[in-house]
Nanobody
Framework: QVRLVESGGGLVQAGGSLRLSCVAS????????MGWFRQAPGKEREFVAG????????NSAESMKGRFIISRDNVKNTVNLQLNSLKPEDTAIYYC?????????????????????WGQGIQVTVSS
């Protein structure tokens, strides 16, 4: 079955950086737009960033633009999320997800319901 496995999470001080990775297996990776979502305690899951099938187009939540950078490697079946200038409010479980659907300009969907497969999630904790 399809697997998405995240890594790279952990505890970091405010202002620090982390690099999350997600390795996909048992799917044709290049057919899927990829997204990162996060869910903080007591809050709904929210879109963080997405990347098109080729990697040529990216989109991200407004509050994270300029701080979080998504990339992918279709040879290694990997999607990465570079988290910079982290804030305590970035504390959440981060999930990668794969979607056969795309928006205009091949952008990854913003809606979690558009995604076909999900990783198990990885904790990111930012201390003040």
């Amino acid at each position: 079955q399809v697997r998405l496995v995240e890594s790279g999470g952990g505890l970091v001080q405010a202002g620090g950086s982390l690099r999350l990775s997600c390795v996909a297996s048992r799917l044709t990776f290049s057919r899927y737009a990829m997204g990162w979502f996060r869910q903080a305690p007591g809050k709904e899951r929210e879109f963080v960033a997405g990347i098109s099938r080729s990697g040529g187009n990216t989109n991200s939540a407004e509050s994270m633009k300029g701080r979080f950078i998504i990339s992918r490697d279709n040879v290694k079946n990997t999607v990465n999320l570079q988290l910079n200038s982290l804030k305590p409010e970035d504390t959440a479980i981060y999930y990668c997800a794969a979607s056969l659907r795309t928006l205009n300009m091949a952008l990854a969907p913003l809606d979690a319901e558009a995604y076909n497969y999900w990783g198990q999630g990885i904790q990111v904790t930012v201390s003040s």
